[in-house]
């Protein structure tokens, strides 16, 4: 077996093929990741996101475009209210870190905002890392507030680095890490849309994660809070607002799922040669690539990741049962696709033993009982036996 730095090597150039000639490799940022984790199942998402292919560009280039990312317009007015939450040395952010998450700590005069410059990413998390271990010091702390503006963290994503960059993690006065995500939905009366937090949740959990493996590195351990400050604009104005989070359930769930994914280099392995991803090719070609990599489609897919539509087209024409959703699919047990589910309802096929062929079976045989009661003479139910098989039976 060649030495690791051979095998890195090797990966490297590897995942550089996939992308295509001359194609830049998209950074995974904690949104794909938490996303990733969500489906660690999909070896199809595993590689083009450890390969660093841009997903929203494949897409369109297979024709199926994503929806996805913001407008223009909602990225200059998040990036506008970031700024204007860190103005001032990060005075207003302190401010709100303080009163929410430490109101028993010394409060926030001018904080230290260290440079975290550096020279490509392995030089940026060297420095963050830096910048964290001076900031935090002695055991205890050392009694002041720094700020570290967008640092740059580095994780372990089946056996890849991810970099990703938080919009701010603070250091508090006894040397406890917090992370801070500043988002431009609103906090109306204290609260926004659920939907939105728990996938700004979810992104934190990856940051603590990340920071966790900083903090590991330092004798002893600093404590990654595990509440969240997340920063969204008050009401319907410009001003910040600020609520904690816990990311303890999401940060667990990340971490269990991140472990279940399939090594990148082994998903790798297993394509053929010549496979590449490259949005400039034929969209015929480009779908014999994708079609190379299994994947594993659920509805969920179409909130999180930028090949939904392809994937549930595909799944759809291979009549493949997870489309109807993974809760469907795990009442099916070993029936994966809908032409089985049918067999078996009909008693053509499966094992009359196994509890889902079983109440396929009972399924139908209600079905067949309720519509031939509805066509009887004089009954009360519909007549039309198309619309009373669509209104009682359980296995439309
Ligand atoms: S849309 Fe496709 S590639 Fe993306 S996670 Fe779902 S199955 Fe995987």
């Not at 299994?294 to 024409?317: D, M, N, T, V």
């Amino acid at each position: 077996m060649p030495p690791p730095r051979t095998r890195g090597t090797a990966l490297r150039q590897r995942l550089a093929d996939l992308r295509g000639p001359g194609v830049q490799a998209k950074a995974l940022d904690a949104r794909a990741l938490a996303a990733l984790a969500a489906n660690p199942g999909c070896r199809r998402r595993a590689i083009l996101d450890g390969a660093g292919v841009d997903k929203a560009a494949l897409a369109d280039a297979l024709g199926v475009p994503s929806g996805f990312g913001q407008s223009q317009f909602a990225f200059m007015r998040g990036n506008a209210f970031e700024a204007r939450v860190k103005a001032d040395g990060g005075a207003e952010l302190l401010r709100l870190v303080h009163r929410t998450l430490d109101p028993g700590a010394e409060p926030p005069g001018r904080a230290e905002v260290p440079d975290l410059t550096a020279a490509g990413p392995e030089g940026r998390v060297a420095r963050t890392a830096l910048a964290l271990r001076e900031a935090t010091g002695a055991p205890g702390g050392t009694g002041a507030w720094t700020l570290l503006d967008h640092p740059l963290l580095a994780l372990d994503v089946a056996g890849s680095p991810a970099f990703l960059e938080p919009d701010a993690v603070v250091v508090h006065p006894d040397g406890g890490w917090t992370v801070v995500e500043i988002k431009s939905f609103p906090m109306l009366d204290g609260s926004a849309d659920p939907g939105k937090v728990g996938a700004a949740a979810r992104q934190a959990a990856v940051y603590v994660l990340a920071l966790e493996e900083v903090a590991a590195r330092l004798d002893p351990a600093p404590p990654v809070r595990q509440r969240v400050l997340l920063v969204c604009p008050k009401d319907f104005s410009n001003l910040p607002t600020a609520s904690a989070v816990d990311v303890r359930k999401q940060r667990a769930v990340t971490a269990r799922q991140l472990t279940r994914l399939t090594r990148i280099e082994d998903i790798a392995d297993a394509l053929p040669g010549g496979v590449c991803f490259s949005p400039g090719l034929p969209a015929a070609q480009l779908t014999a690539a994708v079609e190379t990599v299994p994947a594993s489609y659920a509805p969920e897919c179409l909130a999180a990741c930028e090949l939904a539509f392809h994937c549930r087209a595909r799944s759809r024409a291979a009549g493949a049962v997870t489309a109807l959703g993974r809760s469907v699919r795990a009442e099916l047990g070993g029936l994966s696709t809908v032409d089985d589910v049918l067999a078996a309802a009909h008693g053509e096929a499966g094992d009359p033993g196994d509890p889902a062929v079983a109440a396929l079976r009972r399924a139908a045989a209600l079905r067949t009982e309720a519509l031939a009661l509805a066509a009887a003479p004089g009954a009360d139910g519909p007549r039309d036996p198309a619309r009373a098989g669509r209104e009682v039976s359980p296995c439309r």
